[in-house]
């Protein structure tokens, strides 16, 4: 049981393709890419983080919402921490199966505190101690100091995993 981190999946949204030069002709390839990305690297048990921006659509395409919930393989446990796209209220998210949903979340990997926001802007990392886990800024950066994009774009449309995190922030 593992760690995963992805952000800016953005499903539904075909403008993306264009804005951010993904290698998609469609947004249905689009999302059933990137689906395929996490059910080939995570396993039964494996914990993934969507640090925002996971789908496009608001309230009105909830049956778009459960599809993409339903593709993706069994067993893996879905934590959201809401993008600025994120339009559902949070226990819809809840009811259509992720585990939990935040504006925030800490944890702690390998010794090393971890705060999740989806927009860097939103935190102040040198005050608070920590390593900013973020998306939001899809392919302006990989690092700067203190903070990680974990998003798609940057990442060759796959999550990041907990040892690649812990990696970079002790400088492997």
Request: charged share 20%.
């Amino acid at each position: 049981m593992t760690n995963w981190f992805t952000a800016d999946s953005h499903f539904g949204h075909k403008n993306i393709i264009r804005h951010c030069n993904r290698p998609w002709k469609s947004v249905d390839k689009m999302n059933s890419d990137l689906i395929k990305n996490v059910n080939d690297l995570l396993s039964p048990g494996d914990t993934l983080y969507h640090i925002g921006d996971w789908c496009w659509f608001g309230p009105d395409r909830r049956q778009y919402h459960e599809a993409l919930m339903s593709k993706y393989k069994d067993g893996i446990i879905h934590h959201l921490i809401l993008g600025n796209h994120d339009r559902l209220a949070p226990f819809t998210y809840v009811d259509i199966g992720f585990t939990s949903v935040h504006t925030a979340l800490w944890m702690t990997l390998n010794g090393h505190n971890i705060i999740m926001v989806h927009d860097p802007s939103a935190y102040d990392v040198v005050k608070n101690k920590g390593t900013l886990i973020c998306g939001h800024i899809h392919g302006l950066f990989k690092k700067i100091k203190n903070t990680i994009n974990v998003g798609v774009d940057v990442w060759d449309f796959n999550p990041v995993h907990e040892e690649t995190i812990v990696d970079i922030i002790e400088g492997n």
